[in-house]
């Protein structure tokens, strides 16, 4: 099976795993990598840029934050957009400026993928 067929399978199963999720708190354990430089409250950005409503926006346009040129470009946040980010930051956004080497589990990028979506 290849990488990209058990990172949708694992998608899938997550989208159930994750029914509501309105805060950090109710976060799935893979999202504390995140939560070092991301908020989930909407216009507080950290680090890195608040996640608040990420899911569907377009990448690079949370307002107040200063984005990479790279990021900027880059389309919008759906799931195959962010499971493959969250997987492997530089190689699906090469330019960026996020520090973060990925996720390794398709598990684990799964059930951050469900929580994000439900973040507003």
Same mark, same amino acid.
């Given at each position: 099976?290849?990488?990209?067929?058990?990172? #949708?399978?694992?998608?899938?199963?997550?989208?159930?795993? +994750? %029914?509501?999720?309105?805060?950090?708190?109710?976060? %799935?354990?893979?999202?504390?990598?995140?939560?070092?430089?991301?908020?989930? *409250?909407?216009?507080?950005?950290?680090?890195?840029?608040?996640?608040? #409503? +990420?899911?569907?926006?377009?990448?690079?346009?949370? %307002? #107040?934050?200063?984005?990479?040129?790279?990021?900027?470009?880059?389309?919008?946040?759906? *799931?195959?957009?962010?499971?493959?980010?969250?997987?492997?930051?530089?190689?699906?956004? %090469?330019?960026?400026?996020?520090?973060?080497?990925?996720?390794?589990?398709? *598990?684990? +990028?799964?059930?951050?993928?469900?929580?994000?979506?439900? +973040?507003?």
């Amino acid at each position: 099976m290849t990488t990209t067929k058990m990172l #949708g399978l694992a998608l899938g199963a997550a989208l159930f795993a +994750v %029914p509501f999720a309105a805060s950090a708190d109710d976060a %799935p354990s893979a999202f504390n990598a995140c939560k070092a430089c991301h908020k989930v *409250e909407a216009g507080k950005n950290g680090v890195g840029p608040s996640l608040a #409503g +990420v899911f569907g926006r377009k990448a690079g346009s949370a %307002p #107040g934050f200063k984005y990479s040129d790279a990021m900027a470009a880059a389309g919008a946040w759906d *799931e195959a957009a962010l499971g493959k980010y969250l997987a492997d930051p530089k190689g699906a956004i %090469p330019g960026n400026k996020m520090a973060f080497a990925g996720l390794k589990k398709p *598990e684990d +990028v799964a059930a951050v993928v469900a929580y994000l979506k439900t +973040v507003k």
